[in-house]
């Protein structure tokens, strides 16, 4: 059996510097996602997204070690954010308003095959009520500006104030995607004092 890959090691876009902004190219790369709308502290859709893709996700990595001989640790949980109204994260923070989409990377190692051979695998054990609602896609960001965000989530405002209307400007760049959030500690078990989030924003040349 080979090493076991931990990607928040290998792959650089899984870390960033704390209290300052760094531009990124992140490659490509092909995730389990599952999309909602609401606020997450209190929309049911929001912890059935996270029931329905962590059996899929580790049930991909059983498969990888067993019949690849590849094993991995599942990579962090990841959220895109967004909404009509871009205020809504960093003004009056109104969460019904929001939109998501909750992600789990996969190893480029595996391919579709694999995954709706798991997914039967999953379904047939007790399938989670979301688990129709997993899907395999390929999500291409490029250039980006990132950050460690350390403390509670609605600490984040600020940093994202001064990310889109101050960093992002002064370099001549444009917000071209969604707003990205890598959770590098369990929100479900770690302090909000001490969760570890990574605050990402892809952006263009503002001449583009």
Not at 53 to 71: G, H, I, N, T
Not at 146 to 172: K, M, N, S
Request: charged content about 35%.
């Amino acid at each position: 059996m080979t090493n076991k890959t931990d990607f928040k090691k290998t792959l650089e876009h899984y870390s960033a510097p704390r209290d300052r902004f760094q531009v990124i190219d992140v490659p490509e790369h092909r995730y389990l996602m599952v999309d909602g709308h609401g606020d997450p502290n209190t929309a049911p859709a929001f912890a059935e997204a996270i029931e329905a893709l962590y059996p899929v996700a580790y049930a991909l990595k059983f498969a990888s070690r067993r019949d690849l001989e590849r094993d991995y640790v599942v990579p962090p949980l990841e959220g895109l954010w967004w909404s009509q109204d871009m205020d809504a994260f960093t003004t009056d923070r109104d969460k019904t308003r929001w939109d998501w989409t909750l992600m789990l990377m996969v190893p480029d190692w595996i391919d579709r095959d694999g995954f709706d051979g798991v997914v039967e695998g999953v379904r047939k054990k007790k399938a989670p009520t979301r688990l129709d609602d997993v899907r395999w896609e390929t999500l291409a960001e490029g250039r980006c500006v990132q950050t460690l965000h350390v403390g509670p989530f609605d600490d984040e405002a600020d940093v994202l104030e001064r990310l889109h209307d101050g960093f992002i400007p002064e370099q001549r760049l444009r917000m071209a995607g969604r707003h990205h959030e890598i959770y590098l500690s369990d929100f479900r078990k770690v302090a909000p004092e001490k969760r570890r989030t990574i605050l990402r924003q892809p952006v263009v040349s503002a001449d583009a």
